[in-house]
């Protein structure tokens, strides 16, 4: 009968959930889980800094729709990691944090690292936390916890396992691994709530679908296709879920926010079909903005807490998206559905409008670049089937106005936390997830900051990411916001350097060029990627210009 570690316990488990792929960084209470996957060939992307470990394993969860692992120790690498619990945790991302702590005997000696009641503190910020303090119950308690943070609605979870716990040999039979760990039964919609849903949307006059992150999760990209084309709805997406419809497929009209386009009280949507929407910051809410008051709403949604939190609704259905559009092209095909062709030239006639809106900015010359003309020349020159991180509380508002995909899963930017800083981390998790496709990260001159040795990472492990600074000098979103609220005369601790980002990148052996005028901007763009080595392209831009989705935001306040 062999003897096996706590260690080997964990790495088993996760073998069992298909995990391929960990992010961590080392600390003395993980050894045992190194070396288990060292001798099994799981490798581990270490990081400079913990938190960059926990948006590397959000990255790859949310570009391939299954598990993130993130380890750090105990202590400060779980304090440092906390940042992106919390941003799992509010935009349900499927990641397990594995933390190390002090020996069970080693409690309330003072040792190092101890202390804190690291379950304790992550409880309110993860679907389940749990202290782990029998080496024989590893394998049952970490397919849990997977378990856990993969059923709907997904989200973080967080195993402690004291370094005593995981350095104990017991016997193999002792502590048998699941033979099925992972679980895929999503919830199917009530035949009642499905004809009740048709009868709507036939008798709309204006209907829009809003796919959301929720419906991307559960792989509705195929059945959202043969509905919207079934039924001649117009579609617009947020984030993960753009390219579930091709942006340039005719029905597409956009991200959310330029629903408030149709602002023309007879060019508005009268019925909304939200498949996986969580109403709130990114449908600005209760207000009339983006989703008229007046619209009748069909809300497809996991979890039933969200279905009339902030707007009423005609018909709720707790079930998942993609077995929701299952039943509802079933009967499409039954149904005879109304000529919508001069709806849908009026979702067209609204995208070629703001279009046109945005050629004097694009049109403009000299310098600095205008942050618009910017985002457009990167869309422009980047390579096919691009996957697109960004991170910047100005950076990614201007990337809403261009960002075009045709794959869902390729355009991950902020969700509720608003966590600035994190890009780096996704991306790495975005790429090595992705090896084949083309990383890109948008990032601010601010955000850039928190996390810039991971250029280093991307070095030690051959990884090619492209990070393109937008720099205006400035915490930009920060420092207009005070101009609006107190006055130009009173700006205080949102202005910044002009530093050279790009010299920082090549300093840990990347590719580096600025960029200080327009024509520039795309070359350096190919030829960053042309490089085979990560790099930073640092390009100066206008600090002026506010991205019209923050006038959204703004106006709603």
């Keep these: ?32 889980i190194f070396q288990s996957c060292r001798d099994h060939h ?43 619990i919390a941003n799992a945790y509010l935009d349900r991302t499927p990641v397990l944090y594995i933390t190390g702590s002090s020996g069970l005997g080693e409690a309330e000696t003072n040792t190092l690292q101890s202390g804190l009641d690291q379950v304790a503190v992550a409880a309110p910020i993860t679907k389940w936390a749990h202290r782990i303090t029998v080496t ?40 048998q691994i699941p033979e099925r760990v992972l679980i895929d039964s999503p919830a199917v919609p009530q035949a009642r709530a499905v004809d009740e849903a048709i009868q709507l949307l036939k008798s709309a006059a204006r209907p829009v679908i809003m796919a959301g992150v929720g419906a991307y999760f559960s792989g509705a990209g195929d059945e959202l296709r043969a509905f919207a084309e079934a039924a001649g709805i117009p ?33 508005r949507p009268d019925l909304v079909l939200a498949l996986g929407v969580r109403f709130g910051l990114f449908t600005l809410g209760m207000s ?46 039954l149904e005879k559905w109304p000529d919508r062709s001069k709806w849908q030239q009026t979702v067209r006639n609204a995208k070629v409008e703001r279009c046109k809106r945005a050629q004097t900015d694009l049109n403009r010359a ?20 691009t996957i697109v991180i960004g991170d910047g509380a100005e950076a990614y508002h201007w990337m809403n106005e261009v960002i075009r995909q045709n794959h869902p899963g390729s355009y ?67 420092q207009h916001f005070q101009e609006i609220v107190s006055g130009k005369d009173r700006v205080l601790g949102t202005e910044l350097r002009d530093a050279n980002y790009h010299e920082v990148a090549e ?38 210009p506010l991205p019209p989705e923050l006038h959204l935001l703004m106006a709603r306040h």
């Design 1 to 32: 009968m062999g003897k096996v570690t706590g260690g080997e316990l964990v790495v088993r488990t996760l073998m069992k959930a298909n995990v391929k792929n960990i992010f961590g960084l080392h600390g003395a209470h993980l050894e045992t």
């Design 42 to 84: 799981i490798p581990i992307t270490d990081t400079r800094h913990e938190v960059a470990a926990g948006h590397a394993a959000e990255g790859y969860a949310r570009s391939t729709r299954t598990l993130g692992v993130a380890m750090v120790t105990a202590g400060p690498g779980f304090t440092n990691v906390i940042t992106s």
């Design 136 to 175: 024989q119950t590893i394998p049952r308690l970490v397919a849990q916890a997977i378990r856990v943070a993969t059923s709907s609605p997904t989200g973080p979870v967080l195993l402690d396992i004291p370094l005593d716990v995981l350095a104990a040999q017991v016997d193999e039979d002792s502590a």
């Design 235 to 267: 579609v617009f997406s947020d984030f993960q879920a753009h390219g579930l419809l091709p942006s340039n497929h005719p029905l597409y009209g956009g991200t959310y926010h330029k629903m408030a386009d149709l602002s023309v009280p007879d060019q």
């Design 288 to 333: 009339d903005l983006v989703v008229p008051l007046a619209a009748k709403i069909i809300h497809v949604e996991v979890d039933a807490k969200e279905i009339g939190r902030l707007r009423q609704v005609a018909v709720g259905i707790v079930a998942d998206p993609r077995e929701t559009l299952h039943a509802l092209n079933a009967r499409a095909k």
């Design 366 to 385: 000299g310098t600095p670049i205008h942050p618009l003309q910017a985002v457009s020349a990167i869309v422009d020159n980047m390579p096919e089937d």
């Design 412 to 478: 991950i930017t902020h969700g509720f936390l608003g966590a600035v800083g994190f890009g780096l981390g996704l991306s790495l998790g975005a790429q090595v997830a992705n090896p084949k496709r083309p990383v890109l990260c948008l990032v601010g001159d601010g955000a850039i900051g928190f996390t810039i040795a991971e250029f280093d990472t991307m070095v030690r492990h051959k990884l090619p990411i492209v990070a393109v600074v937008m720099n205006n000098h400035s915490w930009a979103a920060s």
């Design 507 to 544: 300093a840990f052996g990347c590719f580096g060029r600025r960029v200080t005028k327009l024509e520039e901007l795309g070359p350096a763009i190919k030829a960053a990627f042309a490089s085979g080595k990560p790099a930073c392209v640092n390009v100066s831009i206008d600090l002026v």
